[in-house]
Protein backbone atom coordinates (compact mmCIF):
# COMPACT_ATOMS: atom_id res chain seq x y z
CA UNK A 1 0.00 0.00 0.00
CA UNK A 2 3.11 2.52 -0.19
CA UNK A 3 2.30 5.65 -1.68
CA UNK A 4 -1.03 5.20 -1.69
CA UNK A 5 -3.47 6.85 0.85
CA UNK A 6 -6.21 4.92 2.59
CA UNK A 7 -9.75 6.70 3.50
CA UNK A 8 -9.61 5.93 7.46
CA UNK A 9 -12.51 5.60 9.73
CA UNK A 10 -12.35 8.12 13.04
CA UNK A 11 -12.03 4.80 15.02
CA UNK A 12 -9.30 3.48 12.71
CA UNK A 13 -7.50 7.23 13.17
CA UNK A 14 -7.71 6.17 16.69
CA UNK A 15 -6.17 2.82 16.53
CA UNK A 16 -3.49 4.96 14.47
CA UNK A 17 -2.93 7.51 16.78
CA UNK A 18 -2.44 5.46 19.65
CA UNK A 19 -0.43 2.96 18.34
CA UNK A 20 2.06 5.65 17.70
CA UNK A 21 1.77 7.19 20.60
CA UNK A 22 2.61 4.31 22.91
CA UNK A 23 5.52 3.66 20.04
CA UNK A 24 7.19 6.89 20.64
CA UNK A 25 7.20 6.61 24.70
CA UNK A 26 8.56 3.64 24.33
CA UNK A 27 11.48 5.18 22.02
CA UNK A 28 10.58 2.69 18.89
CA UNK A 29 11.60 3.51 15.95
CA UNK A 30 8.49 2.08 14.20
CA UNK A 31 5.17 0.18 14.58
CA UNK A 32 3.11 -2.30 13.40
CA UNK A 33 0.00 -0.23 12.09
CA UNK A 34 -3.01 -1.44 13.61
CA UNK A 35 -5.19 -1.06 10.42
CA UNK A 36 -2.90 -2.92 7.72
CA UNK A 37 -0.40 -4.56 9.65
CA UNK A 38 2.48 -3.10 8.25
CA UNK A 39 5.19 -1.86 9.78
CA UNK A 40 5.34 2.33 10.05
CA UNK A 41 8.43 4.61 10.88
CA UNK A 42 7.61 7.17 14.29
CA UNK A 43 7.99 10.58 14.06
CA UNK A 44 11.17 10.07 16.33
CA UNK A 45 12.82 8.18 13.96
CA UNK A 46 12.37 10.62 10.95
CA UNK A 47 13.76 13.31 13.53
CA UNK A 48 17.06 11.10 14.17
CA UNK A 49 17.57 10.65 10.35
CA UNK A 50 17.38 14.03 9.98
CA UNK A 51 16.00 14.75 6.88
CA UNK A 52 12.70 14.04 4.54
CA UNK A 53 13.07 10.90 2.79
CA UNK A 54 10.44 11.87 0.27
CA UNK A 55 8.45 8.73 0.80
CA UNK A 56 5.25 10.44 1.85
CA UNK A 57 5.45 9.22 5.11
CA UNK A 58 2.24 9.21 7.50
CA UNK A 59 4.38 10.65 10.43
CA UNK A 60 6.82 12.99 8.38
CA UNK A 61 7.93 15.71 11.35
CA UNK A 62 9.24 18.14 8.86
CA UNK A 63 6.82 21.09 7.44
CA UNK A 64 5.57 20.98 4.05
CA UNK A 65 7.45 24.34 3.17
CA UNK A 66 10.57 22.63 4.33
CA UNK A 67 10.15 19.39 2.15
CA UNK A 68 9.25 21.43 -0.82
CA UNK A 69 12.64 23.18 -0.37
CA UNK A 70 14.72 20.19 -0.26
CA UNK A 71 12.51 18.70 -3.70
CA UNK A 72 10.51 16.48 -1.51
CA UNK A 73 6.86 15.45 -1.23
Known amino acids: MRGR ?3 LSPE ?3 LIRRAHQEAMSQGAAAYTDPVTGESVFTAAHHIERGYCCD ?8 PKAERELTGAR
Do not use: I, N, T
Request: hydrophobic share 15%; proline share 7%; glycine share 0%.
Open 5 to 7: RRL
Open 55 to 62: CACRHCPY
Open 12 to 14: QRE
